[in-house]
């Protein structure tokens, strides 16, 4: 296993590699921008003047934030805090100097969220509309200055999304996970956005409200097997991409349009709403962007990007021109690399993946990203399972898969079957009973990798993180022959303790995904992999964040209890302090060490 490497480089600066900086928000005269970066160790707010000078910090005291977004007014911050290490959110309002600092949504135990996530949901005046949610949900208008706050809307699994300038409608999103619809109240009347669809046939996860409130834009799938852009009837879509969020200058007249193309990386148009004019953006500064956002005239944009060789950066620039990096030099491959996870890493042999298809054992096409070390194959091959499921895997970066690289180790990270990016039916091919099939998938995926060459026989491992470390655990119980070693992390092991324990918001809107606790109650207990771990022979890393609400740590622990009295090799490894994601640097660069021992050893 390697040795402990420290936070800085030779010259005593954080390595870039180390730090991710996301979440970017204009000001209102289009002077400056607020991000988030962890590039001090833990997230917090940074300011910047897109005319040069220095980064300034802005003082949140004990708070680590996830996302930002300044007010129209230019007074104040929106902040989204992870102050309980959970997966509970606070929202905090605070002034760009650090003064007035006051906390407005989420107090325990609930959990808030700014409308629409990030960037939008401010009235002309400055006030904030934001949902707060426990049992319910609330979504509440809040006024920044005096914490003040009005309840707008109550219901279950209700999200506010927009407001229009004058606070008079609201833009709201309801449902369970792949069965979402919108809705716009105002005047004490509600009314759908989107016709009702039939079970399974579509849901519309996001929206934005032109500036007056009349005109709904919303991102969906009911009429189209890819999500497209609707406003009463089809905006536009792409017979080769989803739509993946839309993002609306504050006059209402330009729309930015990011798409999901080619398994996993992006496109972007601008629309012109008054003529309905769609221009392509040629030049993208990396393989992914998200998080766009334009100045109130739709001249400047801003955006989170990021690819395999650069962590997430926040870039500018004129809409539809070139842009700039903002948050680090972004001047191709990164000074330090990886080589904060790993010291003797060449920066110059960062690898970037390919995409690789294949077929599962019932014809459904999958794909994933493949990354290959220098030299001739079969090689030792570790298998990466995202989240969700309905996340995706995406060519960006990642320090676990440098690391794993640089000994000689393959990776590769298939978007199996409830996957997004490949329309509706692919994103719900695996809820409830047809979860099976998605352990064809990735049976699948260990076969061709070597069949075709790629990986060595008996020399494959899998991993994966939340529900990606769910599908690892039930891998390795039900294909125990075709694993040599196991890492999970913060994954589910029993559905039922699962829905015990979870936040009662995350179990009600997974009932869609996974299935009911009681109606499904045999099928979800056959699906867990806590009752078959007999049969589980890899030998097994589990990690966990001690505050996650989301997995509860418990799912790690019913294991690694199991195990002990199995006798199977196995470690546990609980960060703490940390929830459903690690967010300290240094227990990133510790979790990316321990895998790599774990790997390294077993493999």
Request: net charge negative; with cysteine.
């Amino acid at each position: 296993m390697t040795s402990p490497v420290e936070i800085v480089d030779v010259h005593g600066h954080v390595p870039e590699d180390l730090y991710s900086s996301w979440s970017a928000s204009l000001s209102p005269d289009a002077e400056r921008v607020a991000f988030v970066s962890d590039r001090s160790g833990e997230p917090q707010v940074w300011l910047r003047s897109l005319h040069g000078g220095p980064l300034e910090a802005v003082p949140l005291q004990g708070l680590r934030v996830v996302a930002v977004s300044w007010s129209p007014t230019g007074e104040w911050l929106a902040c989204v805090v992870d102050p309980a290490r959970g997966s509970r959110h606070e929202v905090w309002v605070v002034r760009a100097d650090g003064t007035g600092q006051r906390l407005v949504g989420g107090r325990a135990p609930s959990t808030a969220a700014l409308a629409g996530g990030r960037s939008r949901g401010w009235t002309e005046d400055g006030d904030l509309i934001l949902t707060e949610t426990s049992t319910t949900s609330q979504v509440l208008l809040v006024r920044p200055a005096t914490g003040e706050r009005e309840l707008l809307h109550e219901g279950a699994l209700t999200t506010a999304m927009d407001v229009s300038a004058d606070g008079r409608s609201v833009l709201l999103r309801s449902g369970p996970r792949d069965a979402r619809e919108l809705f716009l109240a105002g005047s004490g009347a509600e009314r759908r956005v989107i016709p009702e669809a039939p079970e399974g046939c579509g849901s519309s996860e996001a929206g934005c409200l032109a500036p007056d409130g009349s005109i709904v834009y919303a991102r969906t799938d009911v009429r189209s097997e890819l999500a497209e852009l609707v406003a009463g009837e089809l905006v536009v879509g792409r017979a080769d991409a989803e739509l993946d969020e839309v993002a609306l200058s504050g006059d209402g007249r330009v729309a930015a349009l990011v798409w999901n193309v080619g398994g996993g990386t992006s496109a972007l148009s601008l629309l012109d709403v008054t003529t309905g004019r769609v221009a392509d953006v040629p030049r993208l500064p990396r393989q992914v962007v998200h998080d766009c956002s334009l100045s109130h005239d739709g001249r400047v944009l801003v955006l989170t990007a990021e690819g395999p060789t650069d962590p997430k950066g926040v870039w500018y620039g004129p809409a539809g021109g070139t842009l700039t990096a903002l948050s680090s030099p972004g001047t191709g491959p990164l000074r330090a690399s990886v080589g904060a996870s790993l010291a003797r890493i060449d920066p110059t042999q960062v690898v970037e993946p390919e995409l690789h298809h294949l077929r599962s054992g019932d014809g459904t096409p999958i794909s994933g990203w493949l990354y290959r070390p220098p030299g001739a194959g079969p090689l030792p091959t570790m298998l990466w399972l995202h989240g969700g499921p309905e996340a995706q895997e995406r060519p960006v970066y990642s320090s676990l898969f440098q690391s794993l690289l640089a000994e000689g180790i393959a990776v590769f990270a298939p978007n199996v079957r409830g996957s997004s990016g490949f329309g509706r039916t692919f994103r719900n091919a695996d809820n409830g009973a047809r979860r099976y099939g998605a352990f064809e998938d990735v049976v699948a995926c260990a076969a061709d990798l070597i069949e075709t060459g790629i990986s060595l026989a008996g020399r494959v491992g899998i991993s994966g993180r939340s529900y990606g470390g769910y599908l690892t655990l039930a891998m390795l119980t039900r294909a125990p022959e075709l694993f040599r070693v196991g890492v999970a992390v913060c994954g589910m092991s029993d559905f039922h303790t699962w829905y015990a324990a979870t936040e009662p918001w995350i179990a009600a809107a997974a009932v869609s995904k996974y299935g009911d606790p009681e109606r499904d109650a045999e099928l979800l207990a056959d699906l867990s992999p806590r009752h078959a771990l007999d049969q589980l022979r890899a030998p097994l890393l589990l990690v966990h964040g001690s505050d996650d609400t989301n997995v509860p740590v418990g799912e790690s622990l019913q294991v690694a209890a199991a195990l002990e009295s199995l006798g199977t090799p196995h470690r546990l490894l609980v960060f703490e302090g940390e929830g459903h994601e690690l967010l300290a640097t240094a227990h990133r660069v510790e979790f990316v060490q321990a895998t790599l021992g774990w790997v390294l050893e077993h493999l």
